[in-house]
């Protein structure tokens, strides 16, 4: 960890060690933390993308079939500001409907264009090829408007791991103390890390916690290609994947409180630029 993620997590270790919470495991649980990129619209932060605005897509890419939520510049994101092996330019392009479906379906895709690529308008409607009223209602609702970032640190949010073949579930793996580190990351969340409805990197959120978002995220794309719905090469070992973005679309859509969308990706297809290869998941609890 840099000295600059220790400074900054510094608030929760002091809280844990206050709490009672053994130093050591106090230190193996901050030797997990990531950085992340905090995005929203306001914060004082540089510009490195937009919520919504004109879909721009190279002509070889097919229109998405999911609606547009965000572009990202790479080139504009601080130095450092993810442990992803994300490209240095181009913009990565986010899609996704904030919808739960069955465990054999992604829901939102991730498009990546190289700088220098000529693109072209699209029709940002497309998604919606049967003109169903609320759906278009709802994407109405989508937010809108420039994206400031703020590189930040991320703890998990989760403290369990399911028993492999069996009901139940214990805390995580080499650490005995999860429930209680998570209680304290909730504690000191707010004086260390800013929120916001997207992030890139880090760990993943959502409403109702305590296992990882993106361990179900990856078994749900085991399943989709089990099942012949997802045509991509998958493996089913978390470490093989990392998250690529959260949105908390709850904070902003009416109707989808409490939903958030998770873009996950294996980490050799992040490195080989095939982030059609992306799958997403979402939570929402009606």
Sequence with gaps: MTSGLWDLLRPFREEAIARDIPVDD???WLGTARRCAVLS???GGAVVGCFGGPLLLPADVPDPAYPFVAS???AALPADATDLALPPDGRLLLFAFPETADDYETMGSVVYVPAGSAVTERDRNA????DIDDYQAMFKEFPQGPLQATASVSLPYHHAVEFPGG???GPLPGHPRSEELVEVWESTHDAIAPEGPLQIGGYAWEEAIYTDPLAIAVSRAVKAAEAGRWDRPVSGDVSDW???ADWYAGMDVQGWESATVHWVIQREDLSARRFDHAFTSVFWNP
């Design 41 to 43: 619209r306001e914060g």
């Design 242 to 244: 990392v998250l690529l």
């Design 72 to 74: 990202i510049d790479l």
């Design 127 to 130: 998604w919606n090829s049967f």
């Design 167 to 169: 009901p139940g579930s």
């Design 26 to 28: 106090v230190e193996r």
